[in-house]
C-alpha cells in the first residue's frame, strides 16, 4: 500500500510557489497578495484561515487577515468585500465559511469580484468548471487531482465512486473527474445520502472519494483489492488523551482498509495540507492573470 502523502507534496507545492514569489522579487515585482475574511470566532475556522495566512508568508506572499465579531451583519461585510473587490493591492479573497445564521452565505458569494474569487465558489466560476472553461478549482478538488497527478495516477476509463455531493467537495470533483482532462475520462458515480445499495457500487470502483463527513464510514468490505482511496473527512474527535482535547479523524475506516487498497491517504496529512497549497496557487494565477 502506498500513503499518498499530502503533507510532503504540499510542502513541494509551496516550496515551488515560493520560488516563483522570489523570481519575482528579483524582478522587482510586488509579490501576490491573498486576504481572508473571517467573522466570528469559530475555533476551527480560525484555525484554518491562522494556516492559510501562514502560509501565505511562508511563501513570501503578502497577506491580510480581516477578523469581523460574531454581529457583524451582512450589509457591514457586503462593504469589506465591495472594498477588497476594488483594491488594486489585493489579488484574491476569501470569505471564510461556514457564516454566522442571519449572514445569507449565497448573498456573500455572489458579492466577490469572480476574478478574485481564488476558492472558486462563485456560480460563475463553478460554471466555468462546469463547462471546462479556465476558471478557479476550488481548493480541495484541485488539491485532490493535483495529488492523483504527483502520483501518476490514472483515472481514464477507471470507475470511479464519489460519495458526497457538497457544493465544495463531491459535486466539483465528480464533475472534474468525468471531463475530458489529464486527470479525468472516469466513469463517474455520485453517491449521496438517498444512494441505495452504496457497498454495491464502492466494491466496483477503482478509486473512491470518501467526502460526507461521517468518520469511519468506508469499512473494509466496501473497497475491492488494490482500490485507491481519497479521503476527504476532517472530523474533529473527542479524545482525552489528546493535548487540545480532539483527535481528526477522515471518513475512512483506515485500519480496516489498509492492507487491501493500492493507494490512500492519510488523515491527517492527506488532502487537508493540499487544500492550502492550491489555495496559494490560485492566488498566484489570479495574480498573473491580473498582471497580464
Ligand atoms: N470552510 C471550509 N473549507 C473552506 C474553504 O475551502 N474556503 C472557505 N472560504 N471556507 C471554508
Excluded: W
Aim: charged content about 25%; aromatic content about 4%; glycine content about 8%.
Amino acid at each position: 500500500m502506498i500513503l499518498l502523502d499530502g503533507k510532503k507534496t504540499s510542502a513541494d507545492i509551496k516550496e515551488e510557489i515560493a520560488l516563483e514569489v522570489s523570481e519575482l522579487k528579483n524582478q522587482d515585482k510586488k509579490p501576490p497578495h491573498l486576504a481572508a475574511i473571517i467573522v466570528g470566532n469559530d475555533g476551527a475556522s480560525l484555525t484554518y484561515v491562522n494556516a492559510k495566512v501562514k502560509a501565505c508568508e511562508r511563501v513570501g506572499f503578502e497577506s491580510t487577515l480581516i477578523r469581523l465579531t460574531e454581529k457583524t451583519t451582512e450589509e457591514e461585510l457586503l462593504n469589506e468585500i465591495a472594498v477588497l473587490n476594488v483594491d488594486n493591492d489585493i489579488n484574491g479573497f476569501i470569505v471564510q465559511l461556514p457564516l454566522p445564521d442571519h449572514i445569507d452565505e449565497h448573498k456573500i458569494l455572489m458579492a466577490i469580484d469572480p476574478k478574485k474569487d481564488v476558492d472558486g465558489f462563485h456560480p460563475m466560476n463553478v460554471g466555468k468548471l462546469a463547462l471546462n472553461l479556465p476558471t478557479f478549482i476550488s481548493a480541495t478538488p484541485f488539491g485532490i487531482i493535483e495529488l492523483l497527478e504527483r502520483y501518476h495516477i490514472k483515472t481514464s476509463g477507471k470507475n470511479v465512486v464519489v460519495i458526497g455531493r457538497s457544493h465544495i467537495v463531491g459535486s466539483p470533483m465528480s464533475i472534474l473527474l468525468s471531463q475530458k482532462r489529464k486527470i479525468g475520462n472516469a466513469t463517474v458515480t455520485l453517491a449521496h445520502s438517498r444512494t441505495q445499495n452504496l457497498e454495491t457500487l464502492t466494491k466496483e470502483a477503482d478509486i473512491i472519494v470518501a467526502a460526507i463527513g461521517i468518520p469511519e464510514f468506508l469499512k473494509g468490505n466496501m473497497v475491492k483489492k488494490g482500490a485507491i482511496i481519497i479521503d476527504v473527512g476532517i472530523t474533529r474527535v473527542a479524545d482525552a488523551s489528546k493535548k487540545n482535547g480532539f483527535r481528526l479523524v477522515g471518513d475512512v475506516d483506515f485500519n480496516a482498509v489498509k492492507d487491501k487498497v493500492s493507494h490512500i491517504t492519510p488523515v491527517p496529512g492527506g488532502v487537508g495540507p493540499m487544500t492550502i497549497a492550491m489555495l496559494l496557487k490560485n492566488t498566484l494565477l489570479a495574480y498573473y492573470r491580473q498582471e497580464n
